[in-house]
């Protein structure tokens, strides 16, 4: 079998995307099945094909022009020059399947060339685009552009031939614009057991000494730093945690738009020998920071986005039998069981992330159950080869002779 992935970007940019990206990539050759893909030229700048840690790209060319970036215009450029580069690759190629990942300007790509080439279509929807558009203050709920967009998404979900999603809570958002449940599969995000098994280990005491975190129990967050992940609220507690736990530290790991407002944040609270910022690091690398952390903190903000849409990071932390707290949006809620395989709090109300915060440091006794049953909870039901094995039934469908 021979799958087609059209994709919004991938490696080497990094991203919760382009991990979910290549756990199914390298799953799906595992199960005897080859893989082509292609990004949109969001991409960025790059060659017409790119070969990256053994996975060979294709690329879309961007379009120099000067109106191509224009609002509108931009989109369209996108979906235009994606168009033809898909078929181009689609004639030569030959793919049984074209599969489409989020957003949807590469599901209008890929309809164009199926219905052209007449291959049949997935598209696999992450994110809404019009969530996304609205959490990065580029298009307010309600406005022009959020309608269009949302109208773009539906457009086509009843043209593709089959649908995949992340979570139940895009799942049932899907099925409430009228797409028939039977033709929607999830295929929830997962983790690598074995590699993350591996990783576990005691705290590497030069790298707790090289950022300053040696002495005291530490919180902290790796993944990207948006607004919608909370870390403003996160840095807001510390005052308080302080004053109960002078020597807690909090690492931040990661990059992202609201780094420098939490910076600002830092030194307005006077933090600066209390939070740690160790930047961007590259994801082979991460597991000795995740074994500096006593506790991983995820306080996503009440919203459309993070209540439909579940996160890759806090399923790598429980994979590594790590302590997790986070907020209660719908996105948490579909992993993580209160008191069980880790702890919530009341989303954006920082007195309830600070008590459950105190509450872990002052009972320790909890932490080795909860680290136990979080492990498990992943080993059971979230590893990629068990979720990837969905699509087969996925694909079959779509490949089966018509009656």
Known sequence: MRILHILDHSAPLHSGYTFRTLAILGQQRRMGWQTLHLT???????AAEQDIDGWHFFRTPQNPRWWARLPVLRQLTIVSGLTRRLRQIAKAAHPNVLHAHSPVLNALAALRVGRALRIPVVYEIRAFWEDAAAHHGTSPHGGLRYRLSRALETYALRRVDAITTICEGLREDIVARGIPEQRITVIPNAVDNERFHAVISPPNPLLARRLALNGGPVIGFIGSFYAYEGLALLVQTMPQM?????????????????????????EQLGLQNSVRFAGRVAHEQVGELYGLIDIL???????????????????????????????????????????????????????????????????????????????????????????????????????????
């Not at 702890?343 to 509450?359: S, V």
């Open 40 to 46: 949109s030229a969001k991409q960025g700048a790059a």
């Open 297 to 403: 903190v995820y306080p996503r903000l009440p919203m459309r986005l993070t209540h439909l849409v579940t996160p890759l990071k806090p399923l790598e932390a429980m994979a590594q039998g790590r302590l997790i707290i986070a907020s209660d949006v719908g996105g948490h809620r579909e992993m993580i069981t209160h008191g069980q395989t880790g702890m919530l709090f009341e989303a954006g109300n920082a007195a309830a992330l600070a008590a459950q915060i105190a509450h872990l440091l002052r009972h320790r006794e909890l932490w080795p159950a909860l680290r136990k049953r979080a492990r498990a909870y992943v080993e059971r039901e979230r590893n990629w080869p068990a979720s990837v094995a969905r699509y087969r039934d996925v694909y079959q469908r779509l490949l089966a002779p018509a009656p």
């Open 242 to 266: 302080l004053a109960a736990c002078p020597s807690l530290k909090l690492l931040l790991v990661g990059g992202g738009p609201q780094g420098p407002a939490l910076r600002a944040q830092v």
